[in-house]
Structure formats: structure tokens, C-alpha cells
């Protein structure tokens, strides 16, 4: 079963970039694995693929392809999935409308959990990096 998850405006752009600049075929999507774990209750990991590995669903949402193993079906049910950018972080974020805020003494201190950091510099912009002459 497929679950009932929403992807913000600017999740769906974020998403979308990440496939569109990984230089896959059309029908590409987003892996995404999502686990329990930290104050939030959710760690994620992505990558772009061309398909749905053996055991993944394709869920599709406004535009947005993602390929999801079962135990990712099961944790995004009801889950809001957005796309965060601070001064010091940007990321996806996963929203659970049933539960309340952390109340961890480390809140202040600690990364936001349920925010997955890409070094933008592993996104491709579709052209070749500048060869520098030594």
C-alpha cells in the first residue's frame, strides 16, 4: 500500500532538481529511505535512480517520482515532506502532523533531525567542471 504523503511546493523543486541534474533518463526518480531515529522520529538518505529497486513502489506526487522500500511506505503515511534552507542547513524535512515538538535539552544545540545535508557540491549543473591549467 501506497502511503498518503504531501510534498511542499519547494520540496517538489528541490526533488526535481536533484533528478533533473543527475543526467538519468526521463522516468528517473528519487530513492528515498526513510528509518526511525533521532529527537524527530525520522533519518532519511536519497539518491537519484533511473528506477525502482526490487522491492521499492514508485509514489508519485505533483510531478515528484519516488521510489520507496517498505519500511519507508510505512513511516511517510500521513508525513509532510518539505524542504528547509537556514543561514547554516538546507535539506528535507518530514513533517508528522500527530506529533508534537521535540522536547530534547539538546533541541537548541543539536542539527535539526529529520533534515538529510547535500553538499551542493554533488549536485551536477549539466556541464563539465572548469579544467584548471597548473
Known amino acids: 500500500m501506497l502511503p498518503n504523503v504531501t510534498i511542499t511546493p519547494a520540496a517538489a523543486k528541490f526533488i526535481n532538481r536533484i533528478v533533473r541534474f543527475s543526467g538519468l533518463p526521463a522516468g528517473a526518480g528519487l530513492r528515498l529511505a526513510v528509518t526511525p531515529g533521532g529527537c524527530s522520529g525520522y533519518s532519511s538518505e536519497f539518491s537519484p535512480e533511473a528506477a525502482p529497486a526490487a522491492g521499492e513502489q514508485l509514489l508519485e506526487v ?46 537548541d544545540t543539536a542539527p535539526k533531525v529529520g533534515v538529510t545535508k547535500i553538499e551542493i557540491s554533488s549536485i551536477g549543473r549539466g556541464r563539465p567542471a572548469p579544467v584548471m591549467a597548473h
Open 62 to 107: 505533483g510531478g515528484v517520482r519516488l521510489f520507496l522500500g517498505a519500511e519507508s511506505r510505512l513511516m511517510l503515511n500521513g508525513i509532510t515532506i518539505d524542504f528547509i534552507e537556514t543561514a547554516t542547513q538546507s535539506g528535507l524535512s518530514f513533517i508528522d502532523p500527530n506529533k508534537e515538538a521535540c522536547a530534547c535539552s539538546s533541541a
